[in-house]
């Protein structure tokens, strides 16, 4: 089972950003992105169900990213546009194999992260 991220790069203040993360070696429940910031603590950033019916987003970045999934591809994204320096951060997917919406106490599997850097 794998989880492989992809999308990251430099982007100026502003700018917009799509992450993927394909899976492989099963299905899952729910996806979530999290990210972890330089001296910071991993934190959520948006989970999806597998219908796609329920989906969350963190406070900080509602309004401004998109999570989606293609089940055909096995494959989760996120939207981010209005990019901030705050940002800033590696960014995990992780899924879940039988819950509704993915936590930090709630992945089964995390992908290796994908770097974004927001430049102001």
């Known amino acids: 089972v794998q989880l492989q991220a992809s999308g990251g790069g430099v982007v100026q203040a502003g700018g917009s950003l799509r992450l993927s993360c394909a899976a492989s070696?099963?299905?899952?429940?729910?996806y979530g992105w999290f990210r972890q910031a330089p001296g910071k603590e991993r934190e959520f950033v948006a989970t999806?169900?597998?219908?796609?019916?329920?989906?969350y987003y963190a406070d900080s970045v509602k309004g401004r990213v998109t999570i989606s999934r293609d089940n055909n591809k096995n494959t989760v994204y996120l939207q981010m546009n209005s990019l901030k320096p705050e940002d800033t951060a590696v960014y995990y997917c992780?899924?879940?194999?039988?819950?509704?919406?993915?936590?930090?106490?709630?992945?089964?599997?995390w992908g290796r992260g994908t770097q974004v850097t927001v430049s102001s």
């Open positions: 999806i169900s597998r219908s796609g019916d329920m989906i």
């Open positions: 070696g099963r299905t899952f429940s729910s």
């Open positions: 992780g899924a879940s194999v039988d819950r509704h919406r993915v936590s930090l106490i709630g992945v089964d599997y």
